[in-house]
């Protein structure tokens, strides 16, 4: 299903930045993005069995990553 509903549990493989290895983290899908038609297109994770080491990595990755907030205010 995609995306999974909310409070479904996961496991996601996110790549180290360099390339070298994947590490695997345990979460929970907290919330979804609704589009205009009303159809879910994202959705937001918890994650809630960070690897030891595994959280500077993320830290990293969002650092790269990051984007303007998607929120908007009506």
């Keep these: 299903e995609s995306p999974p509903s ?3 549990l996961l496991e996601v493989d996110i790549p180290m930045i360099d390339g070298s290895q994947t590490v695997t983290i ?10 205009e038609n009303g ?4 959705c ?8 030891e080491g595994a959280d500077k990595h993320l830290e990293n990755m969002i ?3 990051q ?8």
């Excluded at 345990?26 to 589009?35: A, L």
């Excluded at 159809?39 to 994202?42: F, H, K, L, Q, R």
């Excluded at 303007?68 to 009506?74: G, K, T, Y």
Aim: overall charge negative.
């Design 39 to 42: 159809e879910a297109s994202g």
């Design 67 to 74: 984007k303007e907030p998607l929120f908007i205010d009506l």
């Design 63 to 65: 650092t790269l990553l």
């Design 26 to 35: 345990k979460g929970v899908v907290r919330w979804h993005r609704i589009m």
């Design 44 to 51: 937001g994770v918890q994650f809630t069995d960070v690897p």
């Design 6 to 8: 909310v409070g479904d």
